[in-house]
């Protein structure tokens, strides 16, 4: 897995030092690139077969799907969708017609950390009920606190959170709000022990 893309936006706020304003990204997309025309195409596929979740990234070279910083307005026509899935990407907007997606249930931009806001008409969306938004990504702060869970919200999808701990998130696993053990990435430059060898495995 190619890993997520990060950015400076907040970087100076952080460091302590005083910032009396703060730029966020301005770049536009390109328009021409092959990336741009295959999302084009996978929009208008996820239109007509009607389908119930929007992946664009499952369906595009890793390289490719990396260029993508919007979305295009035709998501508009995604009117069957119930979960649109952006996990891992270089976007830094949606586009209003996000509004549009009058079925969009679950909304997942989890780990898309250039995007630090949303259009408002995304409260168009009456049946949205579950999101992956947070506010520590938003505003650039992810890489200073670690999440929480308990052990048994771990044990019914422990998937989800390997997910999220390869793309660098960090959690505190908790058993009876007391805290038990951390759940991180190992660093690539840490030597792991192997285990001892018995003749009787």
């Known amino acids: 897995m190619t890993g997520y893309s990060s950015c400076e936006c907040f970087a100076a706020h952080y460091s ?20 741009w025309k295959r999302l084009l195409e996978l929009v208008e596929v996820a239109a007509k077969d009607e389908r119930e979740e929007f992946a664009p990234r499952r369906e595009m070279q890793e390289d490719d799907w990396q260029q993508i ?13 119930k979960h649109l899935m952006l996990y891992v990407s270089n976007l830094v907007r949606i586009p209003p017609e996000i509004g549009e997606m009058t079925n969009l249930e679950k909304f997942t931009p989890h780990t898309s950390y250039r995007l630090h806001w949303f259009p408002y008409e995304i409260t168009r969306c009456k049946q949205l009920k579950d999101s992956t938004v947070s506010t520590r990504a938003l505003y650039g702060n992810y890489g ?15 998937s989800k959170y390997l997910l999220q701990v390869e793309v660098s998130e960090s959690f505190v696993i ?7 053990a951390e759940l991180k990435a190992i660093s690539s430059s840490k030597k792991l022990r192997p285990l001892p060898y018995s003749s009787n495995c």
């Open 16 to 35: 302590g030092r005083r910032v009396t304003k703060i730029k966020l990204h301005s770049e536009q997309q390109d328009l021409e690139c092959d990336a």
């Open 69 to 81: 910083i919007t979305l295009p307005a035709t998501i508009a026509k995604l009117k069957s969708v």
């Open 144 to 158: 200073f606190f670690m999440l929480s869970m308990t052990v048994d919200e771990f044990l019914r999808d422990p």
């Open 174 to 180: 908790l058993q009876t709000n007391k805290a038990i």
